[in-house]
């Protein structure tokens, strides 16, 4: 992959730093890549070169590219951090660290880190980033250099896809204008960016499970003209740990030696987060959780998607529902609950609930989700075929090479009518 | 637990921080922790909570004490982190893992990080935290503020025997060698701290698996007056091996306050890369040290015989570099099939049988992989891997070991 034509443009009141990218090894078309924020921001975006090989490797390296070529010079401790990142994401596949040569055509040397220092972090209304800047506020003093000074409000998960559709841009305003709100009571600058990295691989599975960590410091690195510190609110707690494109094993590794990560919140699970966040009144008030697509018209949150209801179930046992404006239910009712259609992958989420739910006399709700908790564990046993019926496909493919799954397909297909 | 009495004082050439630690639920007797520092940084020293909590924190959770209450403020990034790391052992040594409650004296409060950035790193002297300081060194220009300005050594650790023994002192002995004699060849102020910190909790074991990344830790918040980053060098390799072990790259960042970066370092890279970076720096290498055992009789650092200088030697020899730091006439096939077969070292010595090969030392190569299959069914037995740990396990929890006791009837061991 070759990334070249570093720049900085405006247009239609945009500031942008862009590059071209062309596959080398697999035939993908070449793209223009771009972070753009507002024209008043245009001094806080710089063309990195760390910023585009942040946000170029890992669909490089899925797609077999033997080198990543960027023009000017990249961070040296990045380099060895972006090797260290596809060590972690390729052994949570079993397989080995993918032989992507990372080049750069004024070498490796450190940038400068900005000084004085300044701290930023993610901020998309949701409970992990409030919860990120309401401790920040709480507990760093206002001049120390750990103390936010910018959240950063991406639109970049489906910015530029073809399926984008101008909802997604109305919600993204909605929310600046929601957030712009709280960013001025709590004294911080928001810094609204948007990207199209999606464009170079839109799998969205390979998005959440490989590529927005990386796609998330790619932006911090387009901005360390302004800040030299960002925080990246965690989404799973580290006593549940799942694989994820962002995790405290892979984030510090998308460091360079101008911008500091932070994988930020780990240490508590999400219903302590969003005790935090319902004991502060002015952040309920912008509370965002949904990213349901198409997004709802005119709301904030849908209320009916699955981290609606779990955050809209968490509110309703900290007694703080009724209160969180951004959404239209002050209660959860059981049926609401039972028509969610749930995959696995939220378990850890709603496991914490059951016991709060029971405490706050909510049988009803408390017996729905162990029902699909159990569900789900059903579903996740016979996936990871560690239930009876997995030691039996296990042994048939081990000793009689999968001869019973074929006699029991034939069975099948005898009756089918 | 109670931690107060912090002290920092000048000594003859150096400064020592203190703080008696008292237990309140452990039924264990008072005691009086100390660092003493020497060298470049020891003037910086101080007795900051923060660094006395990172240090006595995992005993006092592990003998159950019920809260900390610390003498200062504790910066509450800390408090968070030491959580989290409890959140961490617990998910992988299961419960009780509770970390006690922090009570600082005056509260939490973020401490301001010194006002000019100043990055350091540990120097044992052994392959890790060379290669972190090489990288480093060739890396960071003079004035950057990622370059390592100080190197920090640390002895009084329980790596070897209980402070004062003749194991211990050879160790201590070699190890600052060859740290003074490193730090001087990468112009690196060198900073030797001893101090009583493994006396808190004489268990290996537990200091290996939980303990000893905040052990460091606490050491570097010794001199968060002088230091806002201090590294420390990974023996673990991401996607290859991570083990639960005390210091890991999902602990060590957790260890961090506002003042100070507490960095896991060099994790992407695997030890026969360490070597051939080492392999640049030719004049380094004679001091290499690695060796644990103790005492050690014969001259140098290193005994040339034992588990870790044999895969060190053969790291260097892959790399092309001289094993000066070595006895001649240690790395040979006998050696190394004479090794017990200790599985928890096996991640060392996987990659080298196909790579000797290459290199035309087939006779090491053989005696490796025969080690590297021992070491394998030592830990498919200790697992209960594998057919027979399959029928041992239905065994014990269907038949309560009574197909073991019919054995052990049939076929008696050896008499005591």
């Known amino acids: 992959m070759r990334i070249s034509a570093l720049r900085r443009e405006r247009s239609n009141g945009r500031a942008r730093v862009a590059a071209d990218v062309v596959w080398e090894d697999a035939d993908r078309p070449s793209r223009t890549v771009c972070f753009e924020t507002d024209e008043g921001l245009a001094d806080a975006l710089s063309p990195s070169p760390d910023a585009f090989v942040t946000g170029c490797i890992v669909p490089a390296a899925r797609h077999g590219e033997r080198r990543i070529r960027v023009e000017g010079a990249v961070c040296p401790e990045l380099r060895e951090g972006l090797r260290g990142a596809l060590t972690v994401l390729a052994s949570w596949r079993g397989a080995p660290r993918p032989e992507i040569a990372i080049e750069a055509s004024e070498g490796f040397r450190p940038p400068p880190r900005r000084n004085p220092p300044r701290a930023a972090a993610f901020f998309s209304g949701g409970v992990d980033s409030l919860f990120t800047l309401r401790m920040n506020l709480l507990e760093i003093p206002r001049e120390h250099p750990a103390s936010i000074r910018d959240g950063i409000l991406i639109l970049g998960h489906d910015f530029g896809l073809p399926d984008s559709s101008p909802l997604e841009f109305e919600r993204f305003d909605r929310r600046v204008a929601s957030l712009s709100g709280l960013a001025r009571e709590c004294g911080i600058d928001l810094v609204p960016m948007r990207f199209n990295l999606r464009e170079l691989d839109d799998d969205l599975d390979f998005y959440i499970h490989d590529f927005f960590g990386a796609a998330l ?64 009144p002015e952040g309920l008030r912008r509370l965002q959780t ?13 209320g009916a998607c699955e981290k ?5 179930v968490g509110l309703l046992v900290l007694g703080r529902l009724a209160e969180a404006e951004t959404f239209s239910e002050s209660d959860v009712s059981p049926e609401a609950l039972r028509a969610l259609e749930w995959t696995t992958g939220f378990e850890e989420f709603w496991e914490e609930l059951v016991v709060p739910l029971r405490r706050a006399g909510r049988d009803d709700l408390a017996a729905i989700v162990e029902e699909k908790l159990d569900a789900a564990r059903r579903f996740r046993r016979w996936r990871d075929e560690e239930d009876w019926k997995g030691l039996v496909k296990r042994f048939d493919r081990m000793f009689l090479h999968g001869s019973l799954a074929a006699a029991a397909r034939a069975v099948r297909r005898a009756g089918a009518p | 637990m109670r931690i107060d009495a912090l002290d920092c004082r000048v000594t003859g050439d150096g400064a020592r921080a203190s703080a008696r630690i008292r237990w309140e639920d452990a039924a264990r007797e008072p005691f009086d922790l100390f660092f003493e520092a020497r060298g470049a940084a020891a003037s910086s020293l101080r007795a900051d909570p923060d660094a006395m909590l990172l240090a006595a924190a995992f005993p006092a959770m592990r003998h159950g004490e ?41 509260g939490f409060i973020s401490p301001a ?67 003074a004699a490193l730090a001087r060849r990468l112009d690196a102020p060198l900073s030797l701290v001893r101090t009583n910190l493994g006396e808190l909790d004489r268990d290996f074991l537990f200091f290996r698996q939980e303990w000893f990344g905040s052990a460091y830790a606490a050491v570097a918040h010794l001199f968060s007056r002088r230091l806002t980053e201090v590294s420390y060098a990974s023996a673990q390799q ?7 072990l005390g210091s890991h790259p999902l602990l060590d960042p957790l260890f961090s306050t506002g003042a100070l970066r507490f960095r896991h370092a060099g994790a992407d890279r695997g030890r026969i890369e360490k070597a051939a970076s080492l392999a640049r720096r030719p004049d380094l290498l004679p001091h290499l040290h690695v060796c644990l055992t103790t005492p050690l009789d014969a001259p140098g650092a290193n005994c040339g015989r034992c588990e870790k200088c044999l895969h060190s030697q053969i790291e260097l020899l892959l790399a092309g570099a001289p ?26 010595w996987r990659p080298l049988p196909e790579r000797l090969r290459r290199a035309g030392r087939s006779d090491l190569a053989s005696a490796i992989a025969e080690k590297i299959a021992q070491m394998d069914r030592v830990r498919a037995w200790t697992r209960d891997a594998g057919w027979k740990g399959r029928l041992r396990r239905l065994d014990r929890k269907h038949f309560r070991s009574a197909l073991l006791d019919a054995r052990r009837l049939l076929r008696p061991g050896p008499a005591s």
């Open chain 1, 290 to 302: 949904c990213n349901w697509r198409p997004p709802p018209r005119e709301r904030l949150n849908c």
């Open chain 2, 323 to 348: 094993a000066n730091a070595f006895p001649e006439g240690c790395l040979t096939a006998e050696s190394i099939r004479a090794l017990r077969a200790d599985p928890h070292t096996a991640f060392f």
């Open chain 2, 238 to 244: 991401l996607g290859v091996r991570l083990d639960p």
């Open chain 2, 113 to 179: 990080p010194a006002p000019v950035p100043r990055a350091a790193a540990f120097l044992s002297g052994g392959m890790d935290s060379l290669d972190v300081f090489v990288r480093n060194r060739a890396y960071f220009p003079p004035g950057h503020p990622a370059r390592f300005e100080d190197a920090l050594h640390v002895s009084g650790l329980p790596w070897t025997g209980p402070p004062g023994s003749p194991s211990s002192e050879s160790f201590v002995s070699r190890g600052r060698t060859a740290a």
């Open chain 2, 66 to 106: 019920r809260r900390i209450a610390v003498e200062g403020t504790v910066c509450p990034a800390l408090r968070d982190g030491l959580r989290a790391a409890a959140t961490v052992l617990k998910s992988w040594y299961g419960a009780p893992r509770t970390l006690p409650a922090i009570e600082p004296a005056e």
């Open chain 1, 217 to 280: 410091a790619a932006a911090g690195h387009a901005l360390t003209a302004r800040i030299s510190a960002l925080s990246i609110p965690s989404s799973y707690d580290l006593g549940h740990l799942l694989p994820c494109a962002s995790h405290p094993l892979l984030d510090p590794n998308y460091a360079s030696s101008a911008l500091a990560i932070r994988h930020d919140g780990a240490g508590r699970t999400r219903l302590e987060k969003l005790a935090v966040v319902a004991e502060w």
């Open chain 1, 308 to 312: 609606c209801l779990r955050t809209a």
